[in-house]
């Protein structure tokens, strides 16, 4: 099963996992969260970024969400890719994360690029008429 971890500004990983668990009733398992605290040190975080992904990938692959492309948070994210084992994704929302964990049995490299497209999918301006939209 694909682990999966949230890298991020403190403390928006830890508060998307929390709703993880509002949304399935309990917190899913091989999900992890690293919040990044303002000037914490990078190789510290790199390491326990390390440590969680040790902790969360069972040998399926692991995907790794951060929110800033470009920010302290994702290039501690981006010393864990591996090519077809790890792969990092900017840009988390919730509809992204919800999504990779429905989706993770399957092969980490397919799951991807679906990821993307259900995180730009989600972004939407809201009108009137969307309230009665389910």
Not at 60 to 89: E, H, K, N, W
Request: net charge neutral; hydrophobic share 45%; glycine share 6%.
């Amino acid at each position: 099963m694909i682990g999966i971890m949230v890298v991020s500004h403190e403390p928006l990983g830890t508060a998307l996992i929390r709703c993880t668990r509002h949304v399935f009733g309990r917190l899913p398992p091989q999900l992890a969260a690293l919040d990044v605290i303002p000037d914490e040190d990078p190789e510290a975080a790199i390491q326990a970024a390390r440590d969680l992904l040790l902790r969360i990938n069972d040998g399926s692959g692991a995907i790794v969400f951060t929110d800033c492309f470009g920010a302290t948070p994702s290039r501690i994210a981006m010393t864990l890719a591996q090519p077809l084992r790890v792969y990092v994704v900017a840009g988390v929302n919730l509809p992204m994360l919800l999504k990779a964990i429905t989706q993770r049995r399957r092969p980490v490299e397919e799951v991807v690029e679906e990821l993307v497209a259900t995180g730009k999918g989600a972004i939407r301006a809201m009108r009137p008429e969307d309230r009665e939209a389910r």
